[in-house]
Nanobody, 126 residues
Framework: QVQLVESGGGLVQAGGSLRLSCAAS????????MGWFRQVPGKEREFVAG????????IYADPVKGRFTISKDNAKNWVYLQMNSLKPEDTAVYYC???????????????????WGQGTQVTVSS
């Protein structure tokens, strides 16, 4: 059974950094694409970053390009999101997600992902 558990969220001042981690279990994630999403109350969950199953290809949402970096440790089944130069508008609950399809593409829609973690709160103060 697939399980994703996020950690690393917290309160940080604008301009600061955080690294989110996602521990994945239940299968070998070397064959599965992973994504990070975020959500604020009253808004839809939005794509932040995705990494292809091999770890060789990444995609970022425009608001985080140049500031966030997604990475994947296939040997340990971990996915990370390094967040630098944080802004108050980055405040949200951040979720790790994966698709059921092996060797799948990175997709932007949250409905394309089959498994989700419980989320970790990131709060950026101005």
């Amino acid at each position: 059974q697939v399980q994703l558990v996020e950690s690393g969220g917290g309160l940080v001042q604008a301009g600061g950094s955080l690294r989110l981690s996602c521990a994945a279990s239940g299968r070998s994630f070397s064959r599965y694409t992973m994504g990070w999403f975020r959500q604020v109350p009253g808004k839809e969950r939005e794509f932040v970053a995705g990494i292809k199953w091999s770890g060789g290809s990444t995609i970022y949402a425009d608001p985080v390009k140049g500031r966030f970096t997604i990475s994947k440790d296939n040997a340990k089944n971990w996915v990370y999101l390094q967040m630098n130069s944080l802004k108050p508008e980055d405040t949200a609950v951040y979720y790790c997600a994966t698709r059921n399809a092996q060797y799948g593409s990175i997709l932007y829609s949250s409905t394309s992902y089959d498994y989700w973690g419980q989320g970790t709160q990131v709060t950026v103060s101005s």
